[in-house]
Structures are given as structure tokens and as C-alpha cells.
């Protein structure tokens, strides 16, 4: 059973161009949750969503930054027209049902943003 | 607004010590918590959780306290190795409609010399 998967691994992209990072969760998992990392902090919430659904996403910037998770392929993060600020990992989790009810978060590896 | 900290930013122990890492949290409503260790370029690693009814719950090699009356939790790692050497993060579930929501806390780098 394959992890969460991420992809790219690491994405350049000049101020001004479009981000798009994809997540395919683990076999089963039907719930899928963004994290933002800075450098030298922690994970920081954007957003959770179901299948079709965003359930939450108190934590994503107003402007620019959208998810969605369809009822095929993966979930995808984008953010449009990019700054210097958008530079970080951002790391996708899923869980098979409500994580903390007895379920755990399973993190993939993460993409490195870096915007020029 | 809530918040989960860690008292010490570094950590640095032999190999064979125990180690014991710090978090502060100051939601008190809140009532599952969780440690992950980060490796370099990778993403977090479950290592164990523990819920508010209990205060302690022991893995392999590592136990988590929890202490409610003052809001602290700590990690213990029996017999540190070399492939220890990681950040943990504390996290915190917000809980209700929410949960996997998770609060993080700043990060603990433990290293581990031979």
C-alpha cells in the first residue's frame, strides 16, 4: 500500500506564474488536509477536504490560493500568480476517516516551492 | 489566539541517554495530542499520541506524558540512536468537526552524537 504521494518534489516558478501541486492520498483515504512549512517552524493548517467537498479551509489565504479534491485523480493545491512569500513546503495528509477519532494523519513528503 | 509551543528549540544528548523533549499548549478544551518526528526533506512521522483522559502511553522506545493541570507535554525516547536525530513537533487536535486540523507547535532539533 502506497504512502501519500506528492508531486512535484520541488517546483520553481517565477513571481507571477501559476503553482500547482498534486496529492494523491493513500488507497482508501478519502479525506485529504494541506499543510504549509516555513522554514525552522511548524506546519501550519490551510485546508481540509473530502472527496467533491472542502470541508475547511479556514487556513488558506483569501486571494490567489485554491484546492479541490475530485471524484477521480488527485487533490490539487494551486496558487495563482505567486510571490516570494509563497515560497515553503507544503505537505498534504490524508486519513481513511475523522482524523483523531481513532485514525491518524499520514503525511507524504512534501513540495518545495521556491518562487524567483 | 491557541497556541502549542516547546520550551527548548535544541536538544543535543550521547547516544544511550534518554531524551526528553518539552511542549506547551494552552488550549484547554483541547483533547488528543500527537508527536511527530521530521526528518530532513521528508515529511512528519507519527510516533504516538495520547488523548486528555489519559496521562501517560508508552510505544516502543518512546512514552508521552501529559499533564493537563499545567497544559505540558513531553516526549521520553529510551536509549537514543543516531537515526533519532530529527525536529519533533508537538501537534494538537482542534477536535470536533474538525479534527486533523492540527496546531503544531515550533519544533524540538534533537541530535543524537555517536
Not at chain 2, 59 to 72: A, E, I, P, S
Amino acid at each position: 500500500n502506497a504512502g501519500v504521494m506528492q508531486n512535484p518534489r520541488h517546483l520553481v516558478r517565477r513571481r507571477g506564474q501559476e503553482a500547482r501541486l498534486r496529492c494523491s492520498p493513500m488507497k482508501g483515504h478519502s479525506h485529504v488536509y494541506w499543510y504549509r512549512q516555513l522554514p525552522e517552524e511548524g506546519l501550519k493548517f490551510m485546508v481540509y477536504l473530502q472527496k467533491e467537498n472542502i470541508i475547511d479551509e479556514s487556513g488558506m489565504p483569501k486571494e490567489r490560493f485554491s484546492a479541490e479534491f475530485p471524484k477521480e485523480g488527485p487533490s490539487i493545491l494551486r496558487i495563482q500568480q505567486v510571490v516570494r512569500g509563497d515560497s515553503a513546503a507544503y505537505f498534504c495528509a490524508s486519513s481513511p476517516l475523522q482524523a483523531g477519532s481513532n485514525e491518524k494523519l499520514f503525511f507524504g513528503s512534501g513540495t518545495q516551492l521556491s518562487v524567483l | 489566539g491557541e497556541s502549542v509551543g516547546l520550551h527548548l528549540p535544541t536538544l543535543s544528548v550521547q547516544e544511550g541517554d534518554n531524551s526528553i523533549i518539552n511542549c506547551a499548549y494552552s488550549n484547554s478544551a483541547s483533547d488528543y495530542f500527537i508527536w511527530y518526528k521530521q526528518e530532513s526533506g521528508k515529511g512528519p512521522q507519527f510516533i504516538i499520541d495520547i488523548r486528555s483522559n489519559m496521562d501517560k502511553r508508552q510505544g516502543q522506545r518512546v512514552t508521552v506524558l501529559l499533564n493537563k493541570t499545567v497544559k505540558h507535554l513531553s516526549l521520553q525516547i529510551a536509549a537514543t540512536q543516531p537515526g533519532d536525530s530529527a525536529v519533533y513537533f508537538c501537534a494538537e487536535d482542534a477536535g470536533g468537526t474538525s479534527y486533523g486540523k492540527l496546531t503544531f507547535g515550533q519544533g524540538t532539533i534533537l541530535t543524537v552524537h555517536p
